[in-house]
């Protein structure tokens, strides 16, 4: 298919995040398709995103695109991909998929095969335009359709690719999980500082604002982490006393082994989408 069309199927936060970003690049909206079976849903869609075309045609909007996003829950992803099969099929798209727990080989099984599939994985803060999205392609994908994936994904944050369809649970547990795990922090400074004295406002703006500030200086310096942790403790100061108390209650390994669960939950969740009649 020779068109630079863009087809999303389902019609959620994430595929208005993404669309709100590549029409802030400069993506024309007239290239934008997207399906949603909600009329109410297509009419805000239209009036968020102006210029782009809505349908609850699957179908419709698949065959219009040379790339196909498919941006719907993981536990009807199969029925879907079955209905599109043979428009697919027929258009040999790209085919990208955000849908979480769900292996490329098993969509591309659904949808007949032979098909180039992306499988991503993005995460919330996409809807500010500050995600991070890991990538992976099957073999059938070719360098330009890579490149063409990760300027989509690149609209709305960073993008990384990994080399293994299984670096993609590990991703899904570090960054697709992550911003939950730094809400948490943010919420646990809140509600000990409020504790402490402080007006909840006031309590609130410093977790956050630190939180921020934190990341970005991170991301600014190339030392690693541990060398920024000594900038800020002392000997005998504030910051050790509190890293001593979280070293002493084993905080490293206990986040390691959630994060570890939140990987093997991934790969159990792909293997039971793999084992579905549906």
């Given amino acids: ?47 968020d995103l102006p210029g782009i075309t809505s349908s609850g045609d699957n179908k419709a909007i698949a065959a219009a695109a040379s790339a196909v996003m498919l941006s719907v829950k993981p536990q009807i992803l199969p029925a879907v991909c079955r209905e599109l099969r043979q428009t697919l099929q027929d ?92 809400f948490l922090l943010i919420d646990m400074l809140k509600k000990t500082a409020v504790q402490m004295g402080l007006k909840e406002d006031v309590a609130r ?21 541990e060398v920024l942790i000594e900038r800020v403790r002392s000997p005998g100061g504030t910051t050790a006393a509190a890293l001593d108390s979280l070293d002493n209650a084993n905080i490293r390994d206990i986040f390691s082994t959630a994060i570890t669960s939140a990987r093997d939950r991934a790969n159990v969740l792909a293997d039971e989408a793999h084992n579905s009649e549906d």
């Fill in 205 to 225: 703006t410093l977790a956050i604002e630190t939180a921020s500030g934190a990341a970005a200086l991170a991301a600014a310096e190339t030392d690693d982490m």
């Fill in 91 to 182: 258009t040999q798209p790209l085919i990208m998929s955000i849908a979480a727990g769900i292996r490329g080989a098993d969509i591309d099984e659904w949808l007949g095969g032979g098909l180039s599939v992306v499988r991503i994985m993005p995460n919330q803060p996409a809807l500010v335009r500050l995600g991070v999205s890991g990538l992976f392609a099957n073999q059938q994908t070719s360098e330009t359709e890579k490149a063409r994936a990760a300027e989509i994904m690149g609209a709305v944050g960073s993008v990384v690719w990994v080399d293994s369809e299984a670096d993609i649970d590990a991703v899904t547990a570090v960054s697709g999980s992550g911003p939950a795990y730094f």
């Fill in 1 to 47: 298919m020779s068109n630079n069309n863009l087809a999303f199927i389902g019609g959620g936060n994430m595929t208005r995040a993404i669309v709100g970003g590549l029409l802030e690049s400069g993506f024309g909206a007239s290239r934008v398709f997207v399906s949603e079976p909600v009329a109410e849903a297509r009419d805000s869609l239209a009036k």
